[in-house]
């Protein structure tokens, strides 16, 4: 019958004998009460380990399962002292390592002593292959401190240090190895020069990653040339990343090596082919079967890229599909949960569905993020707060993105939220602060020979960016580049017409059709903000009251989301019997508001509070669909409303 321990030990530590005080250490140092084990660790004849181990069992030292009762261990150890306790963890230790019977409790414990030994950090790193990144990190560092660790094992600790988010230790670590890189064998050097280049890239310092990988070389890049020239791709060094692909032979045909191979292969086409090959090729390396027995980091996920790369061609639908079936194939605490989230966010913004991307955004902690997860970040909240008309989380947003902004080396994966804050800084006026990233991207686009599928988007801002500003000449540069790209992409086609379209408008051209035409057509390539705001512009600066009319209704249709196809449940405006039509009441508040009147000016008119007319007011917003205040002023006149007309275009 096992004896209940009592709640404190009865007796001091100073009144066991020594086998019994040994034995004590050896439940520290995680071993069970084993007769035999203590028998053998202890040196003592069998009888007498039978004594010592009753006599803690029966004296409440131990509880039924073995388990120490003394809370305060640091007691323990001092009674013993350092030396002793050292010798019988390296006794211990010998038992189990020449049995075979090491188990990671004791390994843990053991090694918790700081008791120096090759053969305990070797199997503290072997338990580490097989643990999760968490784990794998606390197992490195322990298996670090009671010995030498081997360059297989650096990188290892480095791999689940980035994987674990760490990734100021995990590029310690593998600077650690290319410091040594005349004595470090090819598989650990190429997989440090990885991990370095991932953290790189992860802090918006793809230029440090190409760095890197030119350094390395195609020879020395072994499995990993295929990251090498998609890295390359991505930094503006085509030649470089050509030359890597056309030299990396010799790579086992795993899946993996394959799947980065198709990745890389995809970017290159992404500049020198078809949007629709490029596409192709990257979506073919998500369908490869197969997945990797243990993760690795990465400069970013194929998921990722494949995402942007359709974002880029206005395939949405597309981009969805990837990023949902990424996000469901997601590890638990993946390094690369945040990107895909907030690409996900981004294809809702640019579809039109404005909750969903912010439900999205709201969801993520950006205090965990580095620097390229910011940037779409703070490019997302810019982009949410211009859509909705929200001025005040527009400053705020662009007042957060600033710290980034200083940091960030333009890249082929980061000009869609770098076109926003473009267009952001326009609109708050202050574009200098942003000026040389934008002329970092298009010097960019122009070392790559303007590929049509990465160009098109950040021209199309430039047109907005252009309109914003009120200067049509700084919209021909764009404008051009659209149509050169319209020879071999039908998104940038698109784009194309729009730009015309939006030139004739700041012109004073107005003509009706061509503008809903064109403000269709960008929502059919995936931009129905785009074009609900061309239309809505257009009705504004509109002389006929029945093209006006026309070009509001588009806009407002244009500017409903939509659940369709997205998997959303945003809710509808319902349109009034009478598209556009106000109230009685409500037209002469319109008609006061667009003359400039206060809320309280209105109402003093009006005989009624400042209040309803606030109420007044929202409703006629949201019978409009007036995504902002501006664009309601906007509606009215061009419904008729007040005297102002519109402000005339400079020239610049």
Known sequence: MSTLPSPLPPTELADLDSPQLSALALVLLG?????????????????????????????????????????????????????????????????????????????????????????????????????????????????????????????????????????????GLADSVLERSATVDGPELAAAVRISAAGAAFCGMIDRSAELYAWLGADRAGADAPLAASVLVVAGRLDDAEAVLTTSAGAPPTAA???????????????????????????????????????????????????????????LAHADAVLTRAREAERPGSVTANRHQLLTA?????????????????????????????????????????????NAALLQAWAGAQGVLAEYSVDLLSLLPLGELWLTAIRVGEPGRITHLVEDARSLLRTLGEPAMWGSALHWYGVQASILAECPADLMPHARALGEAAKVSTYASGLAAAGRAWLRVLQGDIDAATVEDAARTLDRIGLP??????????????????????????????????????????????????????????????????????????????????????????????????????????????MGHGSAAPPPVSAC
């Not at 600066?541 to 939509?562: G, K």
Request: charged content about 20%; glycine content about 8%.
């Open 257 to 315: 090596t394959a799947g980065a191979a198709l990745v890389a292969t995809g970017l290159v086409q992404s500049v020198t082919a078809s949007a629709n090959a490029a596409l192709n090729s990257l979506t073919r390396a998500l369908s490869l079967p197969g997945r990797a027995s243990r993760p690795r980091m990465l400069p970013d996920s194929p998921a990722a890229i494949t995402a942007l790369a359709a974002l880029h061609c206005g395939e």
């Open 529 to 638: 903000w785009d074009g609900a705001r061309l239309a809505g512009e257009a009705a504004l600066r509109a002389s006929d009251t029945r093209a006006a009319t026309t070009l509001l209704q588009v806009a407002r249709a244009l500017r409903q989301p939509t659940s369709a196809g997205n998997g959303t449940d945003s809710a509808v405006v319902p349109s009034p019997s009478t598209p556009g039509s106000l109230t009685d009441r409500e037209a002469e508040v319109a008609e006061l508001l667009v003359q400039g009147l206060t809320y309280r000016e209105i109402g003093s008119r009006l005989y009624i509070s400042a209040k309803t007319i606030e109420h007044h007011v929202a409703r006629i917003r949201r019978r409009l669909g007036a995504g902002s205040r501006s664009e309601l002023l906007s509606m009215l006149r061009a």
């Open 346 to 390: 981004w294809t809702s913004m640019v579809r039109g569905d404005l909750t969903s991307a912010q439900s999205r955004l709201d969801g993520l902690d950006a205090a965990s993020m580095h620097q390229r997860d910011l940037l779409f970040v703070h490019g997302l909240r810019v982009g949410l707060a211009r859509r909705t008309g929200d």
């Open 31 to 171: 071993s069970d009460l084993d007769e035999t084990v203590v028998a053998r660790v202890l040196d003592v004849e069998p009888d007498r380990a039978r004594a010592a181990v009753d006599a803690l069992r029966s004296d409440g030292w131990v509880d039924e399962r073995d388990t120490l009762v003394l809370a305060d261990h640091t007691r323990l150890m001092t009674t013993l002292g350092e030396n002793r306790l050292h010798m019988l963890a390296r006794r211990l230790l010998a038992h189990h390592v020449d049995g075979g019977t090491l188990t990671l409790p004791v390994a843990r414990a053991v090694a918790a002593t700081g008791t120096p030994s090759e053969e305990l950090s070797q199997f503290l790193c072997a338990q580490a292959e097989l643990a999760e990144p968490a784990v794998a990190v606390a197992l490195y560092a322990e298996a670090g401190r009671v010995g030498r660790l081997r360059d297989t094992a650096v990188v290892a600790y480095a791999e689940a240090s980035a994987l674990n988010g760490d990734l100021d230790t995990a590029v």
